[in-house]
């Protein structure tokens, strides 16, 4: 098996299962972040937490090109592109990006990835060195991970890119839909913002977390963009997914097909989902979710 791996994390959330991989197939594992909670690796490389991605991407980049490690695992979103991205020409080879599965042999490893708007899928495989970018549950949490020294990350000035200042965002409920056993995926068929509250009913008595389709977030902007699920948005696989006034789109659907039990709740006998749920409701949402609510209770 290979030699030596780098884990770029920041996220704790994303941080179990890179480093659980990273470790149960790779001899030596370095981390790179700048969160100080972490650990899990034989040695942690810090900067400072105030850092954004594009400040650190110099010394990270310097980093990777000093220890030539064999795969460099980098956590999804931006910022673990943009470091994938660099990690990549350093050592010569390409990234693979949104990875949904990754397997590892002597020679390199091979990635599965979403493509054709979630159509089908495309496997790649990478001979070391190999730089990977995992999407959430490309790897599983737990398995024995390292302890080890921690060392200061020196930041270097990024060329060409002056810090103006910082703005701090508004703050999130953090969602971690990945781990939710059961989620309610809310789409456009909800109708309108006054029939949050009646979802967030339901999802509390149900224990769930919300989740919803990309035309819910960037659309109607009903809930954040973190909370949209799909080959664009987060992967999940609940034991249960309820899914209100959802059409049943590919790009949404990929996103949810690992879930053990597929509801749904739609007007409509011909919409796609009606053919992909293990259960359906036809009906009007404004009549069915106040019903449910009241059963439930
Ligand atoms: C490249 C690309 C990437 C994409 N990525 C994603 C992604 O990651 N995630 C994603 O979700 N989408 C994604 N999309 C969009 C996707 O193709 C669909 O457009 C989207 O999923 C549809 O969202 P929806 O089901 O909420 O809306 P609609 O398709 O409009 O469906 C609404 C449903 O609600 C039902 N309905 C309407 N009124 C009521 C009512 N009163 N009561 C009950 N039911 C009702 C309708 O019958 C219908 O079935 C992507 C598209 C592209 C091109």
Redesign the pocket.
Known sequence: MANKALVFVNDADAAAPLLAAACANFDRVLLATNNPSLSGADETYLYDAGATAVQAVPAVTSLIAAQRPDAVLCEAGADGKLVAGYAAAALGTSPICDATSVSFSAEGLEAARMVY??GAVALERSAWPAVVVAAPGAFEAGGAVRTGEVHTLELSAPAGVRLLGVEEAAPEKKVNLNAAKCVVGV?????SEENLPLVEELAGLMGAEIG?????AEEEHWYGKER??????CMIKPAVYLA?????????MV?VNQAKTIFA????DK?P?VEQADHVLI????A?LPRIIELLK
């Open positions: 708007g979630g789409g456009r068929g909800l109708g919803c389709t990309r035309p819910a949209y699920i799909g080959v664009s948005g209100l006034g959802i059409s049943g789109q590919v790009q949404h996103g709740v739609d007007k409509s919409a989902i009906g009007d949402i404004k069915v």
